[in-house]
């Protein structure tokens, strides 16, 4: 034993559940708790994904009228921001007919035209709305109960939490938002990233952005922030490793121009055709860079052998930037934009921009939709 802890492969992981999945079991717990009088510190609830789950309630408490429950998210192995959260539920009887759903303290509250539930409205999206709604209405049918409810959702530690989170850029203020489709929650899932960014392409449209700028990460934002002082705060998508998702997204919700800002490391797969730059994704071409050296005007054989041999990307670019061999990033860059229309068939102008990590610009270069498109296969 080497004292190293095993990294567990994705099928070992434990899945959990979701917010939207919490608050609607301790709505459940809370609601037969107003109705009998009697706590409630288990609530069996029916998920999206098709199946039932039994969620223990951390507190449940009763009045005349108004009950409280609370279960803690338990996101499984995914590194959720809201994993651990206290979310809870206070359902009272109400002179309105029907069932009335509302955030409370540390759910946020929609600001901004673009996201799926109406600005002013409580972040408690559809399918967690409607799991509420329709578990709520299920219970008090089955008691032959008529009169209303409210029924509010709160997560205590919401606000510090949303800190972690897109939600202030997005337009959600005053804590996290209620998601989940499914119910669960699948450790690493490629599929709520991509939903974070359909979301943000979309917050940014409704903001009449016509220019976005996709990063691959924090550090990437930052200089293109830098980059493009005069853009708002909504015009700035971190993307991953989703290269051709994120553009695909952008045409679709009608962009008219995306600037790629990111390292010599993704950005060398961008240029190869790559559009899943993860790490485990295709591999760097060193072939393929020591030919883009060569069209930068590199004629020394050593160096060019020495940009074969690399080890990574970004060794390769201290090599270029050592020799002054500038052209060599532009024509890189150039690369990522033809790349780029190629993937999505044209529609949109790509502009691409590219860092050291210390955020140095090594190279910047554009290429327009109108441009002769038999260079896409360059």
Known sequence: ??????????????????????????????????????????????????????????????????????????????????????????????????????????????????????????????????????????????HNITRGITIIISVPDGEKMAEKTLNKRLGIIGGISILGTRGTVIPFSSSAYMASIVQAVSVARA??????????????????????????????????????????????????????????????????????????SAPVDFNFLANVAVAAGVKDEKLIDEIKQANTASQVGDLMAANGVDDFFTILCENCCLSGLKEIGGGISIETSLYTMKGALLGKAGKHDEENESNWNR
């Open 207 to 280: 903001s009449e952005c016509e220019h976005v700028v996709i990063t691959t990460g924090g550090r990437s934002e930052k200089y293109a922030m830098q980059q493009y002082p005069e853009l708002p705060e909504e015009a700035f998508i971190e993307m991953g490793d989703f290269v051709g998702f994120t553009l695909k997204q952008c045409k679709k919700q009608g962009i008219k121009k995306v600037s790629l800002v990111g390292m010599m490391g993704k950005f060398s797969k961008v240029a190869q055709g790559v559009m899943m730059v993860h790490s485990k």
């Open 1 to 142: 034993m080497n004292g190293k802890t095993k990294k567990k492969d994705k099928s070992e992981m434990r899945s959990g559940y979701t917010t939207g999945a919490c608050a609607t079991a301790t709505t459940k717990a809370a609601l037969l708790a107003l109705i009998t009088g009697e706590p409630q510190m288990e609530s069996t609830i029916y998920l999206p994904v098709g199946k039932f789950a039994t969620f223990v309630m951390e507190s449940c408490t009763v009045e005349a009228n108004v009950a409280e429950a609370g279960t803690i998210k338990d996101a499984g192995d995914d590194p959720d921001a809201t994993h651990g959260a206290l979310i809870r539920s206070t359902v009272s009887w109400s002179e309105t007919p029907g069932i009335t759903l509302d955030g409370g303290i540390g759910v946020g509250r929609v600001t901004k035209e673009g996201l799926p539930v109406p600005v002013g409205e409580a972040a408690i999206n559809p399918v967690p709305r409607k799991m509420i709604l329709e578990t709520a209405a299920e219970v008090l049918q089955n």
